[in-house]
């Protein structure tokens, strides 16, 4: 970080921030999130160059109004208009509760069923690392999510699940329900519930993978799996969440490829 910047690094920076934000404001977004955690690491540290810590703080200012200026411009006012008129005409008149129980929903679909690939791989490499690392409880709880979400997607592990607890309208451990306006009973918060814990042990997890000496690169671990969550919440403000498509995954699968890379590079860091 006290590294000298060059003109060279500032105009791609910059230059690769502006087509983030004109690409889509969900990375725009993001990369302003970035920015802002970066500055404000900069400024809980000593003898920071004043120049870093202006040009990130110029940065996060024009990605932040850039995002503003996009989300607010006429012509998105009139297309959010229209997709509340031809998709979800109701959404308005839906009350809050129904709102915010089908959105979480939704969000732990998104993040288990369509960034599920990723976090089986994450899991699978913080096993390998803790159970070197003598940390057998945390590589136990990693290599069960792995093996549970691997046996609900392979061998329809779900399928069993319903059969067995059909009486009780349980759905499966990744069947979430995430339609709009479906309102269930308890037993279909199961699923939510138990992946949400298993979400908060993954972050535990990535904390603990590594050393005293590597914090900095688990604070990165760390906010790439916040930020892929942020990602996808939010979605939450589009009238089209349930017919976005990809766009539910993808800034948030590019997040969570990070956390990979790290993780990968920290097991080559270990001795067998």
Avoid at 71 to 83: D, F, M, P, T
Avoid at 128 to 146: D, P, S, Y
Avoid at 171 to 185: D, E, L, Q
């Amino acid at each position: 970080m006290q590294r000298k910047i060059s003109t060279a690094q500032v105009l791609v920076s910059v230059t690769a921030s502006a087509i983030a934000v004109l690409s889509h404001e969900q990375f725009g977004f993001i990369l302003a999130l970035i920015y802002l955690a970066v500055l404000i690491y900069c400024l809980c540290q000593k003898n920071q160059p004043k120049k870093v810590i202006v040009y990130l703080a110029s940065a996060t200012i024009l990605l932040g109004t850039g995002v503003l200026c996009i989300v607010r411009a006429s012509g998105s006012v009139l297309r959010i208009q229209q997709e509340i008129n031809n998709w979800l005409p109701d959404m308005l008149t839906v009350p809050i509760a129904i709102r915010a129980e089908s959105s979480i929903r939704w969000f732990m679909d998104s993040l288990i069923n369509h960034t599920g690939a990723l976090l089986l791989i994450i899991w699978c490499l913080l096993c390998v690392i803790l159970w070197r690392q003598r940390k057998m409880i945390l590589a136990i709880f990693a290599g069960c999510f792995a093996g549970i979400f691997l046996l609900a997607k392979t061998i329809g592990l779900d399928v069993e699940f319903m059969l067995l607890l059909r009486e009780l309208h349980f759905g499966g451990i990744v069947n979430f329900h995430a339609s709009w306006r479906y309102v269930g009973g308890f037993t279909q918060w199961i699923p939510v519930l138990f992946w949400s814990c298993a979400l908060v042990m993954t972050v535990a997890a990535i904390a603990t993978a590594f050393d005293v000496k590597s914090r900095q690169k688990a604070a990165i671990g760390i906010m790439g799996c916040f930020l892929a969550a942020v990602a996808t919440a939010m979605l939450w403000a589009s009238p089209t969440m349930y017919a976005s498509g990809y766009r539910v995954v993808y800034v948030a699968s590019l997040l969570l490829m990070l956390v990979v890379l790290l993780l990968i590079g920290r097991l080559a860091e270990l001795k067998p």
